[in-house]
């Protein structure tokens, strides 16, 4: 917790700094990327119905008629925000689970990645969940099943888990929400405490096997 | 995740519902204390920026000239918002854990009453978590302590539970602030999900009890 809003100095670096460059690499043209980067910000510090189009402009150092080139609208801004924070969440995540050498392994590297990418994607996880009931149902429908996989991802591991008796779990649909909600709320308070990505995950890893009823192993790879 | 925006629903109860009757009860007159909830509603829906004075006027039944008899602006309801949020919750956590028998069933019992809170009080809590950074100085230095007193409250119980070979902790920093991220995230998710608090809190309870490394034990009373 801190008086110092996070957002603001996030907001000072601009739409070019390196945390947004895997952010709509293939968006072309240019200025098109750049107003996602620009809505991305204004929406994360200020919230969706506080932004204006003005401000997401004056952001990407564009007038207020060349958003309109590009984007419909503020709404649409957003709704190209939150697929792509789920798609690329998701795409990340299966990926850190790949890599896993059995189910408690995939648990603990699941939570690893997932708190360490709401750190680093801070500003679009706190856009993607916490403005989510602000999406048109078009968008809310892309999402769902998207979310959906995320949960199914940690389930089919605790399954596994406990079938194989590596893991010892009682109410599975607690242990999936625990784990996704412990994720998802690091990109409120980062930033507030500055915790290290790199110190973050394995701690929250090892948390993870404990809420599974797994034995510690070791982390970080 | 719904498509159905649950402050909506909230809202649409309005100040008088039973959930805020126990917020201000002793705010006089009757008027000031009806600002207090709408504005509070009004924060959690559409947030802080993007909440205008006239629309709190509007829901508290009140002329927009009305408001300014009783508060200096909307930054002094804030102000009043997350000053009473983290009053409430550290009073209702201490009497939680006051009716512990020994550490690892105070960290239960605490679990389960602040999962509990963050149902009852979500939108509060919202407000109370997602709009800290537009807290004046002056409130940030009353509810800092407000925040450190709650998260001692956890660590001093880890600390007794481990002398006591009650609990087996690696990790107390990152424990306690797994457990209040839990709690709080409740406020974010509740309402699309709709558990029931009588449910959620128990379930929490044994998942805190795991992340201490504590044996299980009763949960509900």
Known sequence: MSAINPLDAAAALGPEASVFEDLWRDVQPETSRRLLVSALICFAARGFHATTTREIARLAGMSPAAVYVHYRSKNELLERIGITGH????????E????????????RRFMESFAAWHVRHA??????????????????????????????????????????????????????????????????????????????????????LRIVGAPPRPTGE
Request: aromatic share 4%; hydrophobic share 50%; net charge negative.
């Open 123 to 208: 500003l679009l996880a706190r856009v993607v969940n916490y403005e989510l009931h602000n999406l048109p149902p078009d968008a809310i429908a892309v999402v769902r099943p998207l979310r959906a996989a995320m949960e199914a991802l940690l389930r089919d591991l605790i399954d596994r888990g406990v079938a194989d008796d590596e893991m010892a779990v009682e109410d599975s649909e607690a242990a999936v929400l625990a784990l996704i909600s412990l994720g998802i709320d690091v990109a409120r308070w980062f930033g507030a405490r500055r915790t290290a990505p790199s110190d973050l995950g394995p701690r929250y890893g090892s948390i993870a």
């Open 96 to 107: 850190a689970v790949e890599a896993a050498t059995g189910a408690a392994d995939g648990v």
């Open 87 to 94: 798609e690329l969440v998701l795409r990340d995540m299966r």
